[in-house]
């Protein structure tokens, strides 16, 4: 979900929201499906850590949870013939995104193709929990420009730098004629990045003491996710790089969850509407029920990532093509979840 536009629902004037919190869907929804999935990304690393086989999590996580999500976004972009007919040609990048990586491969550039995918890959997770960070903003009413900045600077920091770290201490690339510039700036910014979250965690003690209500949803958020990032990506590092595995399970599964119980909030309020058969094609028919929805998504996730990956499990260049599917989600994710002038979306999700 592209936090971006997310932030234009947020209102302008300055001002503290009033006692309370107000929830994107409920307190448990919220609680259960956007902050409580953290737990099972911990529960994943536990395991891992403590020499259960990676298999079987990979597994469950790859077919049930991470790839279907994917092939969420096919049943309110593909299936939605107003979508279809706002997106227009912007569908059709799943065709130079699945040719990247092919090229890259032919070119000998697969270690920096893949690099690329993963970065990608970490970015759109990162921004889909600013989106929800957003979202909670902007349904407290938070509107304090300063919290804004600090807000996004925190959590993106948070989220890169240890993945920054990773490729570092892994040497994803061949980083040999950079090592001293490199481990200086490690340090550098490992102790700018403590500085910055005692900056933010003292932020959060002034308001409480100014007795300005606290945005509980976007906290909470924030204490299981910050220390998951580094548990990951420490944790993964003792791995080398195939420790990448590892640490994209456990923030996957978190961020996974969360997209599956958005999409189909914003699916059932947009699609059970009169009407909304015509108006909206085959997308209204996933809106029936929960069912229906996971079961498109597995259907295109087995056909579409499953299928020719277990075939083919050999031939470089179609493993790098398959990427083409997530990287068309990270993209069109970035247009849909736009708030800003689409009132429908607005509607949808309650805003």
């Known amino acids: 979900m592209s936090a971006s536009a997310i932030t234009a629902a947020i209102p302008q004037p300055l001002g503290i929201r009033p006692a309370g919190t107000s929830w994107i869907i409920s307190r448990r929804d919220d609680l259960v499906w956007f902050i409580g999935p953290a737990a ?8 891992m850590a403590a020499g259960f086989p990676i298999t079987p ?16 976004t096919v049943t309110r972009t593909y299936m939605d013939k107003r ?19 092919p ?25 889909q929990h600013l989106g929800f960070m957003m979202l909670w903003k902007a349904k407290n009413k938070e509107r304090d420009p300063l ?16 993945l920054a770290f990773f490729v570092v201490k892994t040497r994803l690339m061949d980083w040999r004629p950079l090592q001293q510039p490199l481990q200086f700036l490690g ?3 490992a102790a700018v990045y403590g500085i910055f979250a005692m900056i933010y965690v003292g932020r959060q003690v002034q308001r409480f003491r100014a007795g300005t209500p606290l945005n509980s949803p976007k906290l909470m958020l924030l204490a299981v996710l910050v220390p ?3 548990i990951a990506f420490l944790y993964a590092a003792s791995f080398g790089p195939d420790g990448i595995l590892r640490a994209g399970i456990a923030l996957g599964l978190f961020h996974s969850f969360q997209y599956h119980r958005l999409i189909w909030f914003h699916n059932k309020n947009r699609y059970s509407a009169p009407g909304a058969r015509e108006q909206y094609g085959m997308a209204a028919y996933f809106a029936k029920s929960f069912g229906n929805y996971i079961i498109v998504a597995l259907a295109l996730h087995f056909a579409l990532n499953v299928l020719p990956s277990a075939y083919f499990p050999a031939v470089q260049w179609l493993q790098a093509a398959i990427w083409g599917l997530p990287f068309t989600h990270y993209m069109l ?3 849909i979840w736009r708030v800003r002038g689409d009132k429908e979306l607005a509607a949808a999700l309650r805003i």
Do not use: N
């Not at 919290?147 to 240890?162: G, Q, V, Y």
């Open 147 to 162: 919290d804004l900045k600090l807000d996004r600077s925190f959590l993106l920091a948070s989220t890169a730098l240890p």
């Open 333 to 335: 994710d970035s247009k």
């Open 103 to 127: 090229v890259m491969v032919w070119a000998g550039q697969s270690s920096l193709f893949y690099l690329f995918a993963v970065c990608w890959q970490h970015y759109h997770i990162a921004k």
């Open 57 to 72: 999590i990979y597994l469950t996580w790859f077919l049930a949870v991470d790839g279907p999500h994917v092939m969420g």
């Open 228 to 230: 998951l990032q580094w």
């Open 40 to 47: 099972i990304s911990y529960l994943a690393l536990g395991l």
């Open 83 to 101: 979508e279809r007919k706002r997106l227009g040609w912007f569908l059709w990048v799943i065709v130079p995104f699945s040719i990247i990586g």
């Open 187 to 189: 340090w550098a910014a």
